[in-house]
């Protein structure tokens, strides 16, 4: 019986040190994977706008692709009165910052 419990522990102990030693690729680049992307493809876009600042109090996004000059409109839902103008136009240069960087036909 101990023999048994000694190796149901062990192998627990190792599945708990395997699992912790690995590594995803994906969270390790971050927002960075989707450099290159373009307008037309909603979930890279969709997800480089949540991991930007202020990305939960993002209400829609929408994207031009119909026509160039391509474009994303993103729709906040009301900002606190506490949020300042200047933090309002800081995250607004971040974020478009970001979108430009990493979207290849964005304008």
């Known amino acids: 019986m101990k023999k048994v419990t000694r190796s149901i522990i062990f ?12 590594t995803n690729v994906s969270s390790k680049q971050g927002i960075f994977q989707y450099k290159g992307s373009y307008v ?6 969709g997800n480089i ?4 600042p202020h990305s ?6 929408s994207l031009q692709t119909k026509k160039e000059p ?4 993103l729709d906040y839902k009301e900002i606190n009165s506490t949020m300042v103008e200047k ?3 800081k995250t607004a240069m971040y974020n478009s910052t970001f979108i ?4 290849k036909n964005v304008e």
């Open 11 to 22: 192998s627990r102990f190792l599945m708990l040190l395997i699992s912790g030693c690995s």
């Open 70 to 73: 391509y474009g994303i409109t």
């Open 56 to 61: 939960t109090e993002l209400k829609q996004i």
């Open 49 to 52: 706008v949540k991991s930007l």
């Open 100 to 103: 430009f960087a990493l979207i």
């Open 40 to 45: 037309g493809d909603n979930s890279a876009v």
């Open 87 to 89: 933090e309002m136009k």
